[in-house]
């Protein structure tokens, strides 16, 4: 599995729009990549998910350039509910078991 | 919107106890999960379910652990002859189906051990 590289924690503002970058160096022809949050004592929540190039839904965008071996996920306009855990997972896609790493923990002040 | 639900939401239990976790999945999903959380580190994947039988297994679910879907909604986890490293969150979740990503998670039973 393809070992992923995010930043520890990242602070913003309300408003504001974030980006976090997730590395994957290694990453596979079948991996796709996905995102998931996690608030405190919850569980994760899916995202987003993408292969290449651009994926957005209601949530977040997701930018994947043409090598793949990073992907930016990015919250436009985040409030203070955003605060969370944000984890970037790389996988194959026959295996049903989500590998998380320690995630990137978004602190949004007001 | 329908979502996974857990029983019990925190659990207390002495070391050496059994206790068996429950999950009701997402109706028409096929494919159920558990994960663990110890405070303050990564979630961690325990096992997969599919079709009545394990489908895939971490090297954390040893003989202390086992799954079982008793009927048609429920999912349960039992772990025997709990130790103080298994206090911990433990998260179920379940999926349409094999190989997506996008799993549904619960919101956890948090599991005690003294």
């Known amino acids: 599995l393809a070992k992923t590289t995010q930043p520890i924690s990242m602070d913003s503002y309300e408003g504001q729009e974030v980006n976090i970058t997730c590395s994957h160096n290694?990453?596979?022809?079948?991996?796709?990549i996905t995102w998931y949050q996690q608030f405190p004592s919850q569980g994760p929540r899916f995202i987003i998910q993408g292969y290449k190039t651009k994926v957005t839904n209601e949530v977040a965008s997701l930018f994947i350039p043409a090598d793949r071996k990073s992907s930016t996920l990015s919250l436009p306009r985040v409030s203070l509910s955003d605060t969370a855990v944000y984890y970037c997972?790389?996988?194959?896609?026959?295996?049903?078991?989500?590998?998380f790493g320690t995630g990137t923990r978004l602190q949004v002040f007001p | 919107e329908p979502e996974v639900t857990q029983t019990p939401s925190h659990q207390v239990t002495q070391m050496g106890q059994e206790v068996i976790l429950r999950c009701v999945p997402i109706?028409?999903?096929?494919?159920f999960y558990w994960y663990r959380q110890i405070l303050g580190q990564k979630v961690e994947f325990l096992v997969s379910?599919?079709?009545?039988?394990?489908?895939?297994k971490s090297e954390i679910f040893d003989d202390q652990f086992s799954v079982e879907r008793p009927d048609g909604s429920n999912f349960t986890l039992k772990i025997r002859s709990t130790k103080l490293e298994d206090s911990a969150m433990y998260f179920c979740?379940?999926?349409?189906?094999?190989?997506?990503?996008?799993?549904?998670f619960g919101p956890g039973t948090r599991l005690t051990v003294t």
């Open positions: 290694n990453i596979a022809t079948n991996d796709y």
């Open positions: 997972l790389v996988g194959l896609g026959w295996t049903d078991k989500l590998i």
């Open positions: 379910f599919y079709n009545n039988e394990i489908s895939e």
């Open positions: 109706s028409n999903h096929l494919y």
């Open positions: 979740a379940s999926s349409p189906g094999q190989g997506s990503y996008e799993q549904y």
